[in-house]
């Protein structure tokens, strides 16, 4: 079997339903051969491992541990999937407090046994202040490190493909920006349904509404319909950015970058841009759109903002401007 890479890919919290698709995932693209499967619970961990073996994947060299330096040293990508997952009834920004002291913890072992690492991504809610929390604590570069973001746009891709009629792949354009999580802003003024505009389907006001509730409860919705959440979608999306930052095909649905940018007027948070992933990192634009897409915009980014005062009190990253001690690269 041929691979991208031959370097090492970790996967942490490897023992979950999220983390074993991404290591059946990252094998059968042909990633790398070398998958370090990272879990703190051994049986979890040395099951996935065990179904890996089972599979047989030709040249693959699958290896499985609960010791963080045996996983992450020489490690040249990693996803992290290892915090608190999200139950019926619960909001992405319930799990604020805990997952992002497991995301500083994360961004240490990075700093201590990869600095050399290449690309993180960081899957595990809410994302946006995870991924800020272990950027921080982690020293690593912004364009090395994002969050997923993307399910929150291929939602709204299905619902709108639903609505018009047409498969979902024949919607383009479909995005959402901001932050992953109930303030998210939808923006729909550049999408175009089977090559035609959006505007052409006359779509009705509470339809509209009701394709914008649908795609922020997305996930909401999966956790009613399987008893959990998501696990196939974040697990994929998350494969396919790593893929793209390995030299893959470069991922061009929305991730969430670091910001800090004057000219877009957004400063030190992390929220999805439009944005694309290679072997040389995630670079992003500023977005454009409506004056009400932009409101929505400027409402969610507020809300991250509100979040990542929200960690600081709790002391879990410094204050903004104490950032630089912690990562030189910021």
């Known amino acids: 079997m041929k691979f991208l890479t031959d370097e090492k890919l970790v996967i942490v919290g490897a023992g979950g339903a999220i ?19 990272y879990d703190i619970f051994e049986p979890g961990v040395h099951g996935v491992a065990e179904e890996m073996y089972h599979c047989a994947f030709e040249g693959a060299n699958v290896t499985w541990t609960t010791d963080p330096a045996v996983a992450f040293t020489n490690a ?39 600095p050399e690492v290449k690309h993180v991504v960081v899957i595990f809610n809410p994302a946006d202040v995870t991924a800020l929390t272990a950027l921080i604590h982690s020293g690593l570069k912004p364009n090395q490190l994002t969050s997923l973001a993307a ?17 979902q792949y024949k919607v383009e354009n479909a995005r959402t920006y901001g932050g992953h999580g ?3 802003a ?55 950015m790593i893929e793209a930052s390995m030299g893959g095909a470069e991922f061009t649905w929305p991730a969430g970058c670091y910001v800090n940018c ?22 992003f634009t500023a977005p454009e759109g409506t004056a009400e897409e932009m409101a929505a915009l400027q409402a969610s980014y507020e809300h991250l903002c509100k979040m990542r005062d929200e960690i600081i009190a709790l002391g879990i990253i410094p204050a903004v401007e104490n950032w630089k001690e912690s990562n030189p690269n910021l």
């Not at 983390?19 to 499967?37: D, K, R, V």
């Not at 997952?85 to 046994?113: H, W």
């Not at 007027?265 to 290679?278: E, W």
């Open 186 to 240: 939808v923006f729909a003024s550049k999408i175009t349904v089977d090559g035609k505009p959006l505007a052409d389907y006359n779509i009705p006001a509470d339809k509209w509404e009701e394709i914008k509730h649908n795609t922020i409860q997305g996930g909401s919705n999966i956790i009613k319909l399987r008893g959990r959440s998501s696990f196939q979608s974040p697990a994929y999306q998350a494969v396919k």
């Open 76 to 114: 040249s990508y990693i996803i992290s999937s290892g915090g608190a997952p999200r139950k019926e009834g619960m909001t992405r920004e319930d799990l604020l407090k805990g997952n992002c002291q497991i995301a500083a913890e994360f961004g240490d072992l990075i700093k201590k046994y990869c």
């Open 262 to 283: 004057d000219k877009c007027g957004y400063k030190n948070v992390m929220m999805a841009m439009p944005s694309t992933i290679d072997a040389t990192g995630v670079h």
């Open 151 to 167: 399910l929150d746009s291929t939602r709204l891709q299905e619902a709108i493909g639903f609505a018009c009629g047409v498969p």
């Open 19 to 37: 983390g074993s698709n991404m290591a059946q995932t990252a094998l059968m693209l042909g990633l790398t051969p070398n998958i370090c499967l």
């Open 182 to 184: 109930e303030a998210m």
